[in-house]
């Protein structure tokens, strides 16, 4: 089993009792590519979610980021790199999921682009949301991708299920008790990010 193949393998999948399709839970520094008609399911509050499809050859996938940079997982390689480390970051979340789907097959020029997310849940200062929000409107546009739906911002959480096969996003606005579980679960992972050096053992560079 390939590297990619076991980190699948872990993510959680449960079936759908209305569609009957096979649904794949994408967590925080998480990502997921399939040709499979699957739907993939997650659950966002300042973090940003992209959903990514060559309608063409019919490869999608959805990552779901919690911090817009980090100069040290741009600069290492999958290969040294625990992949939910380094997808917790933006700048590494995107370029990972967009390689993965070009190496399916998949053409930049073709991808379909939607985003969701970037609320300001925590309520803090920094406001992670908005700061989410700014890196990946202007990464996009950087390079040149066309975003055809986005719901971003705003101060609630987001349920959201991704359809492989006909590249349709379904959001659902959850309420204060599911927003409020959203909440404590982001600030345990701010504080891990804090306390675990993105590459582990591996000495890092800024």
């Known amino acids: 089993m390939s590297r990619q193949n076991a980190y699948y393998e872990r993510l959680h999948r449960i079936p759908c009792n ?10 925080t520094g998480d990502y997921y590519i399939s040709s499979q008609d699957e739907h993939i399911v997650t659950v966002l509050g300042s973090c940003i979610a992209a959903c990514i499809r060559d309608p063409y050859v019919g490869v999608a996938g959805m990552n779901h980021f919690m ?103 379904l959001v659902k606005k959850l309420g204060l008790v599911d927003s409020n579980k959203v909440v404590r679960e982001e600030k345990q992972h701010l504080l891990s990010i804090n306390k675990k050096p993105v590459g582990g053992d591996v000495e890092l560079f800024d």
């Not at 209305?18 to 967590?27: E, I, L």
């Not at 940079?69 to 741009?74: F, N, T, V, Y």
Request: charged fraction near 25%; proline fraction near 2%; aromatic fraction near 8%.
């Open 67 to 169: 911090l817009p940079l980090s100069q040290c997982a741009a600069n290492l390689s999958v290969s040294v790199l625990n992949p939910s480390d380094a997808n917790r970051y933006g700048n590494y979340a995107m370029e990972h999921l967009i390689n993965e789907i070009l190496k399916l097959g998949g053409r930049k020029n073709r991808l379909e682009v939607k985003l969701f997310g970037g609320s300001n849940l925590l309520k803090d200062r920094y406001d992670v949301g908005r700061h989410n929000i700014e890196f990946v409107e202007n990464y996009l546009r950087t390079e040149n991708m066309l975003v055809l739906a986005k719901d971003l911002g705003g101060n609630f959480s987001r349920r959201i299920v991704y359809r492989l096969k006909d590249g349709v996003v």
């Open 18 to 27: 209305k569609t009957g399709k096979r649904m794949v839970k994408v967590g």
